[in-house]
T-cell receptor, first 114, second 112 residues
Framework: DTAVSQTPKYLVTQMGNDKSIKCEQN?????MYWYKQDSKKFLKIMFS???????INETVPNRFSPKSPDKAHLNLHINSLELGDSAVYFC?????????????FGQGTRLTVV | GENVEQHPSTLSVQEGDSAVIKCTYS??????FPWYKQELGKGPQLIID?????GEKKDQRIAVTLNKTAKHFSLHITETQPEDSAVYFC???????????FGKGTRLSVIA
Protein backbone atom coordinates (compact mmCIF):
# COMPACT_ATOMS: atom_id res chain seq x y z
CA ASP A 1 0.00 0.00 0.00
CA THR A 2 2.02 2.91 -1.31
CA ALA A 3 1.18 6.13 0.53
CA VAL A 4 2.20 8.56 -2.24
CA SER A 5 2.55 7.09 -5.71
CA GLN A 6 3.79 8.78 -8.85
CA THR A 7 3.74 7.63 -12.44
CA PRO A 8 5.79 7.22 -14.46
CA LYS A 9 9.02 6.55 -12.57
CA TYR A 10 11.11 7.38 -15.62
CA LEU A 11 10.26 9.67 -18.52
CA VAL A 12 12.51 10.33 -21.49
CA THR A 13 11.24 12.76 -24.09
CA GLN A 14 12.35 15.19 -26.75
CA MET A 15 12.53 18.95 -26.47
CA GLY A 16 9.30 20.67 -27.33
CA ASN A 17 7.05 17.79 -26.29
CA ASP A 18 4.27 18.00 -23.72
CA LYS A 19 4.19 15.47 -20.88
CA SER A 20 2.29 14.76 -17.66
CA ILE A 21 3.24 13.20 -14.34
CA LYS A 22 0.53 11.80 -12.12
CA CYS A 23 0.44 11.66 -8.34
CA GLU A 24 -1.97 10.05 -5.93
CA GLN A 25 -1.96 9.81 -2.14
CA ASN A 26 -4.06 7.44 -0.04
CA UNK A 27 -3.28 9.06 3.31
CA UNK A 28 -6.33 11.29 3.43
CA UNK A 29 -4.11 14.39 3.50
CA UNK A 30 -5.42 17.82 2.57
CA UNK A 31 -2.23 19.29 1.15
CA MET A 32 -0.14 18.12 -1.77
CA TYR A 33 3.09 19.46 -3.25
CA TRP A 34 5.40 19.21 -6.20
CA TYR A 35 9.13 19.51 -5.57
CA LYS A 36 11.94 19.59 -8.15
CA GLN A 37 15.31 17.99 -7.37
CA ASP A 38 18.10 19.00 -9.71
CA SER A 39 21.35 17.20 -10.49
CA LYS A 40 22.97 18.67 -7.36
CA LYS A 41 20.20 17.15 -5.24
CA PHE A 42 18.66 20.53 -4.33
CA LEU A 43 15.00 20.05 -3.39
CA LYS A 44 12.91 23.06 -4.27
CA ILE A 45 9.18 23.62 -3.85
CA MET A 46 7.25 24.26 -7.04
CA PHE A 47 3.57 24.16 -6.09
CA SER A 48 1.41 23.58 -3.06
CA UNK A 49 -2.28 22.66 -3.17
CA UNK A 50 -4.73 22.51 -0.28
CA UNK A 51 -8.08 20.82 -0.87
CA UNK A 52 -7.70 21.18 -4.64
CA UNK A 53 -6.84 24.86 -4.46
CA UNK A 54 -3.49 26.37 -5.39
CA UNK A 55 -1.80 27.82 -2.32
CA ILE A 56 1.75 28.40 -3.44
CA ASN A 57 3.23 28.83 -6.88
CA GLU A 58 6.92 29.53 -6.68
CA THR A 59 8.70 31.16 -9.60
CA VAL A 60 7.96 28.33 -11.96
CA PRO A 61 7.54 28.95 -15.72
CA ASN A 62 3.92 28.90 -16.81
CA ARG A 63 4.77 25.92 -19.03
CA PHE A 64 4.22 23.96 -15.80
CA SER A 65 0.56 23.58 -14.93
CA PRO A 66 -0.55 21.55 -11.94
CA LYS A 67 -4.06 20.13 -11.78
CA SER A 68 -5.85 18.73 -8.77
CA PRO A 69 -9.10 16.93 -9.72
CA ASP A 70 -9.63 15.99 -6.06
CA LYS A 71 -7.64 16.27 -2.87
CA ALA A 72 -6.06 12.83 -3.37
CA HIS A 73 -4.56 13.67 -6.77
CA LEU A 74 -2.15 16.31 -7.99
CA ASN A 75 -0.91 15.98 -11.54
CA LEU A 76 1.78 18.01 -13.22
CA HIS A 77 1.59 18.88 -16.89
CA ILE A 78 4.59 20.38 -18.65
CA ASN A 79 4.34 22.04 -22.06
CA SER A 80 7.13 22.65 -24.56
CA LEU A 81 9.76 20.74 -22.58
CA GLU A 82 13.26 22.22 -22.42
CA LEU A 83 16.63 20.63 -21.64
CA GLY A 84 16.71 22.49 -18.31
CA ASP A 85 13.54 20.73 -17.20
CA SER A 86 15.54 17.51 -16.78
CA ALA A 87 15.36 16.67 -13.08
CA VAL A 88 13.65 14.38 -10.60
CA TYR A 89 10.17 15.57 -9.68
CA PHE A 90 8.73 14.57 -6.32
CA CYS A 91 5.14 14.67 -5.25
CA UNK A 92 4.45 14.93 -1.52
CA UNK A 93 1.50 15.26 0.81
CA UNK A 94 0.88 16.35 4.38
CA UNK A 95 -2.04 16.89 6.70
CA UNK A 96 -3.03 20.52 6.96
CA UNK A 97 -3.52 21.86 10.43
CA UNK A 98 -2.41 24.48 12.85
CA UNK A 99 1.02 23.01 13.13
CA UNK A 100 3.31 21.84 10.37
CA UNK A 101 3.48 18.08 9.99
CA UNK A 102 5.52 15.43 8.24
CA UNK A 103 5.47 15.47 4.48
CA UNK A 104 5.36 12.06 2.79
CA PHE A 105 7.17 11.83 -0.51
CA GLY A 106 6.59 9.69 -3.57
CA GLN A 107 9.40 7.75 -5.23
CA GLY A 108 10.03 10.48 -7.76
CA THR A 109 9.82 10.77 -11.54
CA ARG A 110 13.13 11.13 -13.34
CA LEU A 111 12.48 13.33 -16.35
CA THR A 112 15.14 13.43 -19.06
CA VAL A 113 14.69 15.86 -21.93
CA VAL A 114 16.87 15.13 -24.96
CA GLY B 1 11.03 33.78 2.94
CA GLU B 2 12.79 31.01 4.80
CA ASN B 3 16.37 30.10 3.94
CA VAL B 4 18.01 26.94 5.27
CA GLU B 5 21.77 26.42 5.18
CA GLN B 6 23.23 22.95 5.71
CA HIS B 7 26.79 21.81 6.39
CA PRO B 8 28.80 19.87 5.49
CA SER B 9 27.85 18.94 1.93
CA THR B 10 29.75 15.67 2.19
CA LEU B 11 30.78 13.66 5.24
CA SER B 12 32.77 10.43 5.47
CA VAL B 13 33.01 8.53 8.75
CA GLN B 14 34.30 5.16 9.82
CA GLU B 15 31.73 2.59 10.81
CA GLY B 16 30.97 2.95 14.49
CA ASP B 17 31.90 6.63 14.65
CA SER B 18 29.41 9.47 15.10
CA ALA B 19 28.20 11.84 12.39
CA VAL B 20 26.94 15.37 12.93
CA ILE B 21 25.15 17.52 10.37
CA LYS B 22 24.30 21.14 11.11
CA CYS B 23 21.64 23.50 9.75
CA THR B 24 20.70 27.12 10.26
CA TYR B 25 17.45 28.82 9.37
CA SER B 26 16.50 32.44 8.85
CA UNK B 27 12.78 32.76 9.65
CA UNK B 28 12.13 33.10 13.38
CA UNK B 29 8.50 32.05 12.74
CA UNK B 30 9.61 28.55 11.69
CA UNK B 31 8.54 26.00 14.26
CA UNK B 32 8.95 22.58 12.65
CA PHE B 33 12.31 21.04 11.77
CA PRO B 34 12.36 17.59 10.17
CA TRP B 35 15.28 15.56 8.92
CA TYR B 36 14.92 13.39 5.84
CA LYS B 37 17.06 10.54 4.54
CA GLN B 38 17.19 9.91 0.81
CA GLU B 39 18.61 6.67 -0.49
CA LEU B 40 19.61 6.22 -4.11
CA GLY B 41 16.63 6.16 -6.44
CA LYS B 42 14.12 6.79 -3.68
CA GLY B 43 12.13 9.67 -2.29
CA PRO B 44 13.11 11.44 0.95
CA GLN B 45 11.91 9.70 4.10
CA LEU B 46 11.46 11.30 7.50
CA ILE B 47 13.85 9.97 10.12
CA ILE B 48 13.25 12.40 12.97
CA ASP B 49 11.67 15.78 13.56
CA UNK B 50 11.56 18.40 16.28
CA UNK B 51 9.26 21.29 17.09
CA UNK B 52 10.26 24.63 18.45
CA UNK B 53 8.94 23.94 21.95
CA UNK B 54 11.52 21.16 22.41
CA GLY B 55 15.29 21.46 22.63
CA GLU B 56 16.30 17.87 21.98
CA LYS B 57 14.78 14.65 20.74
CA LYS B 58 16.26 11.17 20.51
CA ASP B 59 15.27 8.00 18.70
CA GLN B 60 17.71 5.13 19.21
CA ARG B 61 20.94 6.10 17.40
CA ILE B 62 19.54 9.35 16.04
CA ALA B 63 19.14 12.62 17.91
CA VAL B 64 18.27 16.17 16.93
CA THR B 65 19.00 19.35 18.88
CA LEU B 66 17.46 22.76 18.37
CA ASN B 67 18.72 26.15 19.47
CA LYS B 68 15.93 28.64 18.75
CA THR B 69 17.92 31.65 19.87
CA ALA B 70 20.74 30.91 17.48
CA LYS B 71 18.35 29.52 14.84
CA HIS B 72 20.26 26.33 14.31
CA PHE B 73 19.54 22.64 14.63
CA SER B 74 21.70 19.55 14.28
CA LEU B 75 21.38 15.85 13.51
CA HIS B 76 23.53 13.40 15.44
CA ILE B 77 23.93 9.79 14.37
CA THR B 78 25.86 7.55 16.74
CA GLU B 79 27.41 4.14 16.08
CA THR B 80 27.10 4.65 12.34
CA GLN B 81 26.54 1.67 10.09
CA PRO B 82 27.07 1.25 6.32
CA GLU B 83 23.29 1.36 5.80
CA ASP B 84 23.31 4.91 7.18
CA SER B 85 25.04 5.98 3.95
CA ALA B 86 22.62 8.28 2.12
CA VAL B 87 21.87 11.94 1.48
CA TYR B 88 20.40 13.70 4.51
CA PHE B 89 18.29 16.84 4.30
CA CYS B 90 17.26 19.23 7.02
CA UNK B 91 14.16 21.35 6.51
CA UNK B 92 12.12 24.04 8.20
CA UNK B 93 8.57 25.28 7.97
CA UNK B 94 6.32 27.73 9.77
CA UNK B 95 2.75 27.28 11.02
CA UNK B 96 -0.06 26.72 8.55
CA UNK B 97 0.20 25.21 5.10
CA UNK B 98 3.66 26.46 4.31
CA UNK B 99 5.76 23.84 2.53
CA UNK B 100 9.07 22.60 3.82
CA UNK B 101 12.16 24.56 2.83
CA PHE B 102 15.10 22.18 2.51
CA GLY B 103 18.80 22.55 3.05
CA LYS B 104 21.05 21.51 0.19
CA GLY B 105 21.73 18.07 1.60
CA THR B 106 24.67 16.18 3.10
CA ARG B 107 26.01 13.06 1.44
CA LEU B 108 27.03 10.75 4.28
CA SER B 109 29.34 7.85 3.53
CA VAL B 110 29.96 5.28 6.26
CA ILE B 111 33.11 3.30 5.54
CA ALA B 112 33.16 -0.27 6.77
Amino acid sequence: DTAVSQTPKYLVTQMGNDKSIKCEQNLGHDTMYWYKQDSKKFLKIMFSYNNKELIINETVPNRFSPKSPDKAHLNLHINSLELGDSAVYFCASSQAGQGATEAFFGQGTRLTVV
Amino acid sequence: GENVEQHPSTLSVQEGDSAVIKCTYSDSASNYFPWYKQELGKGPQLIIDIRSNVGEKKDQRIAVTLNKTAKHFSLHITETQPEDSAVYFCAASSPGNTPLVFGKGTRLSVIA
